[in-house]
């Protein structure tokens, strides 16, 4: 009998190691953690559904002449919908009480920071970089715009297929500050799980919670409180800061240095990929006027008195002034606006944007974006780029209304998904464990998510969340009211026709747009900048 009893410990111990050791190598790379079974009475301890992971690798990068050493970090932080309360003994399980109302949904949010060597962080900036979607990972800024190493794209066609190249990146922000490019939930190494799960994390107001969160735990968990601290988003990244800025201060007492926002979209009402399903606002039509002009000069479609114009930056000066007074009078006169008048601004549109008369007059004066990017070049069964109009590519239904693709974005993702999955697991050592321990883990560039997507927002001292798509100038308006000394840069680049490039669209909010160290104003002035035409972002 003490024999027989030696037997089963034996085997009992084996089986706990066992199940040890799979949770450790789950866990190891940051996939979902392998619960114990619950006790038979169900009041053991719940389990999380992941958790926090990190690897540690050393490198360098020479910016402008100077080498600079880093230490790069690849892993996740696990997050929780806002009011989840970390004391509920429930603790996020599925198995969660009846009368629990704690969240069960976690998130684990990959991440890779970079920190420069031999410094003292409360000395050294640290700046948070995110793409934008949403739905999108942040590998556009990571590899083609901020990270010490970028890959090579052609400039303004179709990208060789593979093998691509990386490069040591002279563009990388890391001589002035320490960088942590951050994937929303869902996408690139991370994962949702959880009842309920898209619901808690795939909404505006969820996913600015979730990077709220996300920031004040590294923060934490760095020892970064007392550094100098920056938001760099992109897109509707720019969205995302704009809430994220007000309520790290409202909420988390956590005052940022500064907020970049790259091409920006704030106030959806002025987005010029719908507009026609809010036919009471002309405003976007006004604002993306300039943008369809830079795109028409680009691909040479401008004939006025049978020449192309010679000088863009003066060109576009008279495209604004006209898109702010005589096409913004046009479009409020609605019906009552002249045969007359009609016919003169359809032939200034058709100057300033190549489109036919006869196309321009058939829409009312108002083509939004996607039937501009159709019809520039459909002579030549071509569409131009929505998130960068210089590419271009070919149409899949030459008589659609809008492309069912954006070029630009077809000319280079696949260059970035095969350099960032090698960088991940050859340098970063990230990324080849899986959650089933089998050596593989699927880095998703996004998730499409945007059918499904809640634009509901509550903007700062609203009683209830607004219906409708977001505005979020009310947050970022309470951002520089709370922290008087906010700094915020706004940065636009001329050929990207999704978000507007004119002086009226910077005009919708109020910026301050300075910023003391290059990273954010290498060309030396203190307006907007362009980009330089190698930073491709989503």
């Given at each position: 009998?003490?024999?027989?009893?030696?037997?089963?410990?034996?085997?009992?111990?084996?089986?706990?190691?066992?199940?040890?050791?799979?949770?450790?190598?789950?866990?190891?790379?940051?996939?979902?953690?392998?619960?114990?079974?619950?006790?038979?009475?169900?009041?053991?301890?719940?389990?999380?559904?992941?958790?926090?992971?990190?690897?540690?690798?050393?490198?360098?990068?020479?910016?402008?002449?100077?080498?600079?050493?880093?230490?790069?970090?690849?892993?996740?932080?696990?997050?929780?919908?806002k009011d989840w309360d970390d004391a509920d003994p429930a603790n996020g399980s599925d198995t969660a009480k009846p009368d629990s109302k704690n969240p069960t949904a976690e998130a684990s949010m990959?991440?890779?920071?970079?920190?420069?060597?031999?410094?003292?962080?409360?000395?050294?900036?640290?700046?948070?970089?995110?793409?934008?979607?949403?739905?999108?990972?942040?590998?556009?800024?990571?590899?083609?715009?901020?990270?010490?190493?970028?890959?090579?794209?052609?400039?303004?066609?179709?990208?060789?297929?593979?093998?691509?190249?990386?490069?040591?990146?002279?563009?990388?922000?890391?001589?002035?500050?320490?960088?942590?490019?951050?994937?929303?939930?869902?996408?690139?190494?991370?994962?949702?799980?959880?009842?309920?799960?898209?619901?808690?994390?795939?909404?505006?107001?969820?996913?600015?919670?979730?990077?709220?969160?996300?920031?004040?735990?590294?923060?934490?968990?760095?020892?970064?409180?007392?550094?100098?601290?920056?938001?760099?988003?992109?897109?509707?990244?720019?969205?995302?800061?704009?809430?994220?800025?007000?309520?790290?201060?409202?909420?988390?007492?956590?005052?940022?240095?500064?907020?970049?926002?790259?091409?920006?979209?704030?106030?959806?009402?002025?987005?010029?990929?719908?507009?026609?399903?809010?036919?009471?606002?002309?405003?976007?039509?006004?604002?993306?006027?300039?943008?369809?002009?830079?795109?028409?000069?680009?691909?040479?479609?401008?004939?006025?008195?049978?020449?192309?114009?010679?000088?863009?930056?003066?060109?576009?000066?008279?495209?604004?002034?006209?898109?702010l007074n005589d096409y913004t009078h046009a479009l409020q006169q609605g019906t009552a606006i002249s045969d007359a008048e009609r016919d003169r601004i359809a032939g200034r549109l058709h100057d300033?944007?190549?489109?036919?008369?006869?196309?321009?007059?058939?829409?009312?004066?108002?083509?939004?974006?996607?039937?501009?990017?159709?019809?520039?070049?459909?002579?030549?069964?071509?569409?131009?780029?929505?998130?960068?109009?210089?590419?271009?590519?070919?149409?899949?239904?030459?008589?659609?209304?809008?492309?069912?693709?954006?070029?630009?974005?077809?000319?280079?993702?696949?260059?970035?998904?095969?350099?960032?999955?090698?960088?991940?697991?050859?340098?970063?050592?990230?990324?080849?464990?899986?959650?089933?321990?089998?050596?593989?883990?699927?880095?998703?560039?996004?998730?499409?998510?945007?059918?499904?997507?809640?634009?509901?927002?509550?903007?700062?001292?609203?009683?209830?969340?607004?219906?409708?798509?977001?505005?979020?100038?009310?947050?970022?308006?309470?951002?520089?009211?709370?922290?008087?000394?906010?700094?915020?840069?706004?940065?636009?680049?001329?050929?990207?026709?999704?978000?507007?490039?004119?002086?009226?669209?910077?005009?919708?909010?109020?910026?301050?747009?300075?910023?003391?160290?290059?990273?954010?104003?290498?060309?030396?002035?203190?307006?907007?900048?362009?980009?330089?035409?190698?930073?491709?972002?989503?």
């Amino acid at each position: 009998m003490p024999r027989y009893r030696a037997l089963l410990g034996a085997v009992a111990f084996a089986a706990i190691c066992s199940a040890g050791l799979a949770t450790a190598r789950a866990a190891d790379e940051g996939g979902p953690t392998v619960p114990p079974p619950a006790d038979k009475a169900g009041t053991g301890p719940k389990q999380p559904h992941f958790t926090a992971q990190q690897k540690s690798s050393d490198g360098s990068v020479t910016v402008r002449g100077q080498k600079i050493d880093y230490q790069a970090i690849a892993g996740t932080l696990v997050v929780h919908p806002k009011d989840w309360d970390d004391a509920d003994p429930a603790n996020g399980s599925d198995t969660a009480k009846p009368d629990s109302k704690n969240p069960t949904a976690e998130a684990s949010m990959f991440y890779v920071a970079y920190f420069k060597k031999g410094v003292r962080p409360e000395n050294r900036p640290i700046t948070f970089v995110y793409n934008g979607g949403p739905g999108s990972s942040t590998v556009w800024l990571h590899m083609g715009a901020f990270g010490p190493r970028r890959v090579i794209t052609a400039d303004d066609t179709h990208t060789d297929a593979a093998p691509y190249r990386l490069v040591n990146n002279d563009d990388s922000l890391l001589d002035a500050t320490d960088l942590v490019f951050i994937d929303a939930p869902g996408t690139g190494f991370g994962r949702i799980e959880g009842r309920d799960k898209e619901k808690a994390f795939y909404g505006t107001d969820p996913d600015a919670d979730a990077f709220t969160s996300f920031i004040a735990q590294f923060l934490a968990r760095h020892g970064r409180f007392n550094s100098p601290k920056y938001l760099f988003g992109e897109s509707y990244g720019t969205t995302r800061s704009a809430i994220v800025a007000n309520r790290l201060q409202d909420e988390r007492g956590i005052d940022l240095n500064g907020v970049m926002l790259l091409s920006q979209i704030l106030d959806y009402d002025n987005s010029i990929d719908g507009p026609q399903y809010n036919p009471s606002v002309d405003q976007p039509y006004i604002l993306a006027l300039p943008s369809f002009a830079a795109t028409a000069f680009y691909h040479h479609k401008l004939a006025q008195g049978g020449n192309q114009p010679g000088d863009l930056r003066h060109f576009l000066d008279e495209v604004e002034h006209f898109a702010l007074n005589d096409y913004t009078h046009a479009l409020q006169q609605g019906t009552a606006i002249s045969d007359a008048e009609r016919d003169r601004i359809a032939g200034r549109l058709h100057d300033y944007t190549g489109l036919p008369v006869d196309y321009i007059e058939k829409a009312d004066l108002r083509v939004n974006g996607g039937e501009f990017e159709q019809t520039l070049l459909g002579p030549q069964a071509m569409i131009t780029g929505r998130l960068d109009s210089r590419f271009s590519g070919f149409a899949m239904d030459p008589l659609a209304e809008r492309p069912d693709y954006d070029p630009q974005s077809a000319a280079m993702s696949s260059a970035y998904i095969a350099a960032f999955n090698g960088y991940a697991r050859d340098v970063l050592h990230y990324g080849d464990g899986g959650p089933n321990g089998d050596g593989y883990m699927e880095y998703k560039q996004i998730v499409h998510i945007i059918r499904d997507w809640s634009f509901t927002h509550q903007p700062p001292n609203a009683m209830y969340p607004v219906r409708g798509v977001p505005n979020v100038l009310p947050d970022l308006a309470a951002a520089m009211k709370y922290n008087p000394k906010l700094k915020v840069q706004l940065n636009q680049a001329t050929s990207i026709s999704v978000r507007h490039t004119s002086r009226a669209s910077r005009r919708c909010a109020t910026c301050r747009s300075r910023m003391a160290w290059r990273a954010t104003s290498r060309s030396g002035s203190t307006s907007p900048v362009t980009w330089c035409t190698r930073t491709r972002t989503r």
